[in-house]
Each structure stands twice: as C-alpha cells, then as structure tokens.
C-alpha cells in the first residue's frame, strides 16, 4: 500500500496542472452513469476478441469489485494515440478504476510495451491496426463501448498530412463508432484555439475535425486542452535542449506572443 501512495504522488508530481485537469474530465467524461447502455461481448466484458463482431449491451454497465485495477469497472476503453505522451497518463487512470483498456498501435510490437505493467492480467489489451484500414479499426472496436481519440499533430509529415490527422481520421473514427451501435461515449481530443477563421492551418483541420465529429457523432465530448506539459513534453524538453546546449530559449513572435 506504501508503495502504490508513493507511485500516486510521483505521477502527481510529475504532471501540470493543466495535464492533472485533463486526465481528471476525461475520467468524468468516461464515467459510464452518464449513458446507461453498454456492450457486452458473448464471452463476458473483460473477453476480447480481435476480430469479434460487435454486440449491443442489454442493460446497465456490469460492475464487480469494490474499485481498483482488480475491479471490473464495465468500461471497455478503446484509446487511440494511447501511446503518445497524454495517453499513457489516461490508461493508467483508466487502468487503476478497472477498466478494461484496448490500445491500438500501428507500430512495432514494443511501442505499447509500457502500458501493459499499468493494469492487472489481461486489463491492457495492445491491438495491431493501421489508421488507413477500416477493417482493423473496426476490429479495435468491436467489444468496447467507450472510444477516446488522441491521435493529433502539430506538423506534417510526408506520409500525413494535417488534413489526414486532424480531419478525417476523427471523421472515419466517428462515422465506425456511431455505425458500431454500442458505443456510449465518443470523446474527441483537438486543440485550444481551433477554429475554422484561425490563421493556422493545424489549428483550421482541428476545428474542422470538431464539425465534422459531431455531425458523424452528436453526442460526442469535444476536449480542447492548452499545451500540456510533464515529463515527456515536447516543449519545455526542447527548451531545456536550447538551455543546455547553446545557452538561449527562442523568443516566438520577437518575445511578445503570449
């Protein structure tokens, strides 16, 4: 018991306010009173089955234990982008309350590697998928009633561009989980200060993301987060790498961007 408090204090310490604050309404939004229907697979909702075909719950979220990861929660989580630096912290909250975690990765196998000590046998379930391939994304979600996307990105690359992530991959998540049938929550991750009439282009596909979510899926949860920041960050990481390495931060806007 000592040593789980002091794990707990360690990732509260390592994370920021506005990290803490994220995790803590996605573990709000995902709480499976707000939408009584659930999805329950043949073989029980902690059974998994990659290419199972998806199957309306009957009632109300089946729960057992007193809470924990050796609880059964009734949340069958799929999380996209779990892999990423928010993902990690959101499938151990997802984790500790006993709920059952799919991680899609499209990467080599030890890419989720790192999530699996985060729940109890069998908890954390990392499945292959490619975002191009709707058959696998189907698979991902065939036996979960709760889909969170995180997959973004603040700039392209040759194989992706930001109209690929930021819009349409949101959209065909969207569209699969409200033809799925038992999805209960749909909870999109985009960005502070998307908008359609923004002079960024990332910032115009995340908003176009957004509309496009919401008429696939309207009763989905649009989450806008600011930068966030912890112990993996990709900003204040990099401004540690100017510091130490050439003695300067860069001044964005010539220092008066707030």
């Known amino acids: 018991m000592q040593s789980a408090a002091w794990r707990r204090h360690l990732l509260d310490h390592h994370l920021s306010p506005s990290t803490s604050a994220a995790i803590a309404a996605f573990r709000s939004a995902s709480q499976p009173g707000l939408a009584p229907q659930g999805l329950f697979g043949a073989d029980g909702a902690r059974c998994m089955s990659a290419r199972a075909p ?3 719950g009957s ?12 609880s059964v929660s009734g949340i069958v989580a799929t999380v996209f982008g ?12 997802l984790a500790k309350m006993g709920s059952q975690v799919l991680v899609p990765f499209r990467g080599c196998e030890d890419s989720p590697r790192h999530l699996k000590i985060m729940g109890d046998l069998g908890q954390i379930v990392p499945m292959k998928y490619h975002p191009r391939d709707v058959d696998s994304i189907k698979a991902v979600m065939a036996k979960s009633n709760v889909v969170i996307n995180l997959i ?6 040759r194989n992706y561009s930001f109209e690929e ?11 699969i989980a409200k033809e799925h049938g038992g999805i209960i929550r749909f909870i999109q991750v985009s960005c502070l200060g998307a908008s ?4 960024s282009r990332m910032l115009r596909t995340k908003a176009a993301g957004e509309q496009s979510v919401f008429k696939e899926f ?13 112990t993996e960050d990709r900003i204040l990481n990099r401004w540690a790498q100017f510091a130490k390495n050439w003695g300067f931060l860069p001044l964005v806007g010539g220092g008066s961007t707030k």
Not at 165 to 175: D, K, S, Y
Not at 196 to 199: L, V, Y
Not at 218 to 225: D, F, N, V
Request: proline fraction near 7%.
């Open 218 to 230: 309207p009763e989905a949860t649009i989450m806008r987060p600011a930068t966030m920041i912890g």
């Open 82 to 93: 779990a892999t990423g630096f928010l993902g990690r912290y959101l499938v151990q909250q």
């Open 165 to 175: 992530v930021n819009h349409h991959m949101p959209e065909q998540l969207a569209t």
């Open 54 to 56: 998806a199957v309306k």
């Open 196 to 199: 359609p009439s923004s002079e």
């Open 152 to 157: 973004g990105r603040e700039y392209e690359t």
């Open 59 to 70: 009632g109300h979220l089946v729960r057992k234990g007193t809470g924990g990861r050796s």
